[in-house]
RNA sequence: GCCGCUGUAGCUCAGUUGGUUAGAGCACUAGAUUGUGGAUCUAGGGGUCCCCCGUUCGAGCCGGGGCAGCGGUACCA
């Protein structure tokens, strides 16, 4: 291939690899949410990347942009074809194929990739990892406090404490009656629904009076990009910034009583009711505010959410780029999603879940220190002296691993010196060597790599360093394993 | 989509008012060592200066257009 064709190796943007610290690291953390999550009784299924397009919901490709927000592709017979885009939508299909085998309620958790087309950002990926449970099948709340129990056992059961994360509850039917106390009919005017929720759902990141420009007039931002605003009259605008400064920290019912009074509308006790039954479930379980906590700002994705809508934020700080403090914030969320099957079946069935964004939260264990990284030991690296001894140096890597430790025979071709150095770039531990001498002997030399380091620190002439062995000994070949055990346990 | 910043070696970057053969550090390879990584020294390999057009005797540098990357913002089922 000529130099003007090579291909630049890179991974696709968006895309990532994934070395060996943060596998091992995050299947550590996967089994310790799946280990909750079957406790609870929840049962794993697992499903293809690839759906039918039409069955991941309204996003049938138009003509101009078929891959806007999915990656979708067409079959040899012309069908159109998505990557899934959470694991949600490809449950509702599940469910909806298997009604007449699967018991209902349902209760099922899974884990794996979901795939978006849109432009990644700083920890923002085009492929990530979700870890889903759901119960389908049940209208209660007390589906809903459950899925939102689990989740809180889960932030403990992966070390975090007591105030370091907390489950975030809110209502779209309370949100609803909040904007027609405004004077917005949900129903009737979708699209001003849209903008005002999308506004709400800022308050984190613009407060309080970001939120009521975006309810106004607009807003215009650093970079100067103006978003237009919900045009929203000062009454209106007042009554949403109440509903969202209705919570109270210590007490969900007296949240609740703020937001009934925000409100005032008979009509609205649906979510309101839903909402009590939750605080209520989770307090007689057992479950403080400072697990789960009814907060009115919580608004989530927005299309298919019917009921109850979760968030899991984590409350600890950290310091961004430029070096201030910001909270972690979300690493899960979910809600009540009744409609969802009804697209496939025609009935409706009620449907909750919650969605762990497994890298995020990832990331928020390494900062508290409570991720299991590097555990696992680099193996011990025999070397090959005598090609035409490699049978030896077969039967020594297999008397390690036989004897629980981890190791291997070098499978290259280059001389001892390269090998030293791959087992260095390596991090194995211990080296084994037997040349001829050793041999001889009846003997191997067992190198400690990482004490070796330590000690060339202090050399600083040629001649002390060629002249040292360092960190390096010779015992006799019946004894390598309790050498190796010994050493390994040293450091 | 919109706004801003940046494209020079594998990586991080320097490169003067436009001037010969484009540099450094790190990394890599080899030697100093009969069979020794990590310290030190020496040598070496590695370049479409993002692309195209223009200005000029002459462009990494100036002008125009494009592309790519990064950051912010919008959208995010």
């Known amino acids: ?106 209760r099922s958790y899974r884990q794996g990739w979901v795939f978006r087309n849109e432009k990644p950002g700083p920890g923002r990926f085009r492929q990530f990892m979700q870890f889903d449970a759901d119960t389908v099948g049940s209208a209660s709340p007390a589906a809903d406090a459950e899925v939102c129990m689990m989740a809180a056992d889960t932030m403990e059961a992966l070390g975090l404490e007591r105030g370091q994360y907390v489950m975030k509850v809110n209502s779209r039917k309370t949100m609803d009656a909040a904007l027609l106390a405004a004077g917005i009919d ?127 934020e984590l409350l600890m700080e950290t310091k961004d780029e430029e070096g201030r403090t910001v909270r972690f914030g979300s690493v899960g969320g979910g809600g009540r999603y009744d409609d969802l099957v009804a697209r496939f079946t025609g009935q409706q069935v009620p449907a909750t879940g919650f969605s762990i964004g497994v890298s995020r939260l990832y990331s928020a264990l390494k900062l508290v220190g409570k991720a299991e990284e590097s555990a696992t030991l680099a193996p011990v690296v025999v070397l090959v002296m005598d090609k035409a001894a490699q049978g030896d140096y077969w039967r020594m890597v297999q008397e390690l691993r036989s004897n629980g430790i981890r190791a291997e025979m070098y499978v290259g071709t280059a001389g001892m010196k390269a090998q030293m150095k791959y087992a260095d770039k390596r991090g194995a531990p211990l080296v084994i060597i037997q040349g001829g001498d050793e041999k001889a002997k009846g003997e191997v030399q067992i190198k400690d790599l990482r004490l070796g380091a330590e000690l060339s620190q202090g050399i600083a002439s040629r001649e002390e360093y060629a002249s040292q062995r360092l960190a390096q000994f010779s015992v006799p070949q019946a004894e390598m394993v309790a050498a190796v055990k010994k050493a390994l346990a040293q450091s």
């Open 186 to 312: 949900a129903h009737a005017d979708p699209e001003r629904r849209l903008i005002v929720l999308r506004a709400m759902d800022k308050l984190d990141r613009l407060g309080l009076d970001g939120v009521r420009a975006l309810l106004g007039k607009g807003r215009k931002d650093e970079s100067g990009d103006f978003t237009k605003g919900a045009e929203l009259d000062p009454k209106a605008i007042e009554t949403i910034a109440a509903f969202l400064s209705a919570r109270s920290d210590g007490d969900n019912a007296q949240t609740i009583a703020n937001l009934e009074n925000v409100i005032r509308l008979d009509t609205a006790n649906d979510g309101l009711a839903e909402l009590r039954a939750i605080a209520d479930l989770a307090s007689q379980s057992g479950y403080g505010q400072d697990r789960i906590l009814i907060d009115p700002s919580v608004v989530r994705g927005l299309e298919y959410y019917t009921g109850a809508v979760f968030e899991c």
């Open 1 to 106: 291939m000529t130099k003007d064709h090579r291909p630049k190796a890179r991974a696709a943007k968006g895309f990532r690899d994934i070395g060996p610290d943060e596998i091992r690291g995050i299947r550590a953390m996967l089994a310790k949410i799946q280990g909750v999550y079957e406790s609870y009784g929840f049962e794993p299924v697992e499903q293809p990347f690839v759906e039918y397009t039409d069955a991941l919901g309204k996003f049938l490709p138009d003509q101009d942009r078929p891959n806007a927000g999915v990656f979708s592709f067409q079959d040899d017979d012309d069908q159109w074809l998505s990557l899934r885009y959470d694991l949600t939508a490809p449950l509702a299909r599940y469910v909806a194929e298997n009604s007449q085998k699967i018991p209902t309620p349902y």
